[in-house]
């Protein structure tokens, strides 16, 4: 069984520009989430994709999209960069919107 | 809100020592409450979880017992290796919430 995977593992960018992140969930998991996660700190939620829909989102700008598609893989895209952006995003899948996450290994962006 | 609040660290201990995390939450009604682990690179691992009051969540030695009389979710390790040091965050789940809200960590050092 496959677990959550993550790509890119490490990605620079410049701010101002737009980044793509894709997770792929773990197999028979349906329901993906994604967080922020700044130095230090403990991850924050963006949102939720229950069946390739928005199912709950936290405090983020709308520069801050995803999308989830019909094998349940899912993308965070993130608009207009900003130093702030600069952080781990973490993807978890589960069987459904309240059940146990699993977690992926993350993506490390810096924005400089 | 729902929120978390962690013991600060970094926590350095020798090894076969005793260890203890405090955790306490804020939170309506039952929330389900988790113990996640993150090794250095690594995504979260969950470690422990408990659902109901009283409740005792265990793994690898680690244990943490729901208390609602105090909304604390403490955890506990009689006696640590040096393969514990990692990142341990408390985290929490609202009831039909889909989102994890977690506290910002304790990082872990166990010395030989």
């Known amino acids: 069984e496959t677990g959550v995977t993550q790509s890119p593992t490490h990605l620079i960018k410049t701010r101002g520009q737009q980044v793509t992140l894709r997770c792929s969930s773990q197999?028979?998991?349906?329901?993906v989430s994604w967080y922020q996660q700044a130095l230090g700190q403990g991850p924050q939620f963006i949102f939720q994709?229950?069946?390739?829909?928005?199912?709950g989102r936290g405090n983020f700008p709308p520069r801050f999209s995803g999308l989830q598609f019909p094998n349940y893989s899912s993308e965070l895209n993130v608009n207009a960069l900003e130093l702030d952006d600069s952080a781990l995003y973490l993807c978890?899948?589960?069987?459904?919107?309240?059940?146990?996450?699993?977690f992926g290994p993350g993506t490390r962006l810096t924005v400089t | 809100g729902d929120s978390v609040t962690q013991m600060e660290g970094p926590v350095t201990l020798s090894e076969e020592a005793f260890l203890t995390i405090n955790c306490t939450y804020t939170?309506?009604?039952?929330?389900?409450l988790f113990w996640y682990v993150q090794y250095p690179g690594e995504g979260l691992q969950l470690l422990l979880k408990?659902?109901?009051?009283?409740d005792k969540g265990s793994n690898k030695g680690f244990e943490a017992t729901y208390r609602k009389e105090t909304t604390s979710f403490h955890l506990e390790k009689g006696s640590v290796q040096v393969s514990d040091s990692a990142v341990y965050f408390c985290?929490?789940?609202?009831?039909?919430?889909?989102?994890?809200?977690f506290g910002t960590g304790t990082r872990l050092t166990i010395i030989p």
């Open positions: 994709y229950y069946r390739e829909e928005e199912n």
């Open positions: 197999s028979g998991h349906n329901t």
């Open positions: 939170a309506t009604g039952y929330p389900s």
């Open positions: 408990a659902t109901k009051a009283d």
């Open positions: 978890a899948s589960s069987l459904a919107s309240t059940y146990e996450q699993y």
């Open positions: 985290a929490l789940r609202g009831i039909g919430n889909e989102k994890l809200t």
